[in-house]
């Protein structure tokens, strides 16, 4: 662990998972939360009760950061020290928005070119922007 981070305590990884959103499930032993990700994962953790000052040894808090929390201690004492959530979205999906037909681009085509959405599956974001020139070029 850095030396330049705290040992982390129960109290800190509670507030981890407040600022990111998790929900609470029942637990007779631990407080126990769970969070949903996009790529249909569920991640869950629990915290010792109570949640106090109490430390996490080295082994147990890597354990914890890699098994359960799933992220890095950069990232867990951003959540926690700032608020600001772990970028949590799939590799996959961020491609699929980049290459995303943009929605005005989508209105047009139907609307003006008379494509139907079934027409737009599978149609890259530039093969809809040629489509959508053409019109503008030839009106058809």
């Known amino acids: ?62 354990h914890s950061l890699r098994d359960q929390l799933d992220v890095t201690a950069d ?9 600001v959530a772990p970028d949590r979205t799939p590799d996959d999906v961020v491609d699929e928005v980049d290459d995303a037909i943009p929605v005005d681009v989508v209105n047009l085509l139907v609307g003006r070119v008379g494509l139907t959405r079934r027409d737009l599956v599978g149609m890259t974001r530039q093969e809809a922007i040629a489509r959508l020139n053409e019109y503008w070029s030839t009106g058809r």
Not at 75 to 83: I, L, N, S, Y
Request: hydrophobic content about 30%; aromatic content about 10%; charged content about 25%.
């Open 75 to 83: 990232e867990f004492w951003a959540c926690v020290r700032d608020g």
């Open 1 to 62: 662990m850095s030396l330049s981070r705290p040992t982390p305590t129960r109290a800190d990884h509670k507030q981890f998972v407040v600022n990111e959103g998790w929900q609470q499930v029942p637990s007779t032993h631990h407080e126990t939360y769970e969070l949903d990700l996009a790529d249909g994962r569920v991640l869950r953790t629990r915290i010792s009760r109570p949640p106090n000052k109490t430390t996490y040894g080295a082994r147990m808090w890597a």
